[in-house]
């Protein structure tokens, strides 16, 4: 979090690897700054239950030793919500399926799309409506070319302030 404000805690404090503080270990003043959940349709009934911290390690890299960090370049997945910039966490020990998102190897270079299946073979496809389908060519091609599955992707928000440069 970034803020002048003195009020506000920030993270960037914090060392790395020490679970966040959320709403319950956090002064009364910081409640709706920080840490809090928010209900993006009905108010949710269990707001009595907060976890006490959370480790964001824990949280998005359930294999460490097989799980990889690759930044977005392109919009040809923004149909799914991911767009150019966007950080993502790749995990090589997943077995990629249909309608998951996938890092493949084409052309000497990684691309970033999802499975699908057409035409009684796998393709990578796009979701920008824009950029055509890629067929993976066959079950012994597949392995080759599909590297890893997307299990998370990271972005700012508009107005959101990057520490990128």
Known sequence: MYSLRPDVVSLSLL???????????????????????????????ADDYVEARIDLNLELIPSPLSTFFMRVQGDALRGDGIVDGDLLVI??????????????????????????????????LASDGLTPPLPLANDDDQAGQLWGVAIHAIHHLAGAPSRRS
């Open 15 to 45: 060392p790395p690897g020490l679970p966040v503080p959320l709403r319950a270990e956090i002064p009364s003043r910081f409640c709706a700054l920080v840490g809090e959940s928010v209900a993006a349709g009905f108010p949710s009934p």
């Open 91 to 124: 995990d090589r020990s997943l077995d990629p399926r249909v309608g998951m998102v996938v890092v493949a190897v084409h052309d000497g270079g990684f691309i970033l799309r999802r499975l699908g299946r057409r035409d009684g073979g796998l393709w990578l």
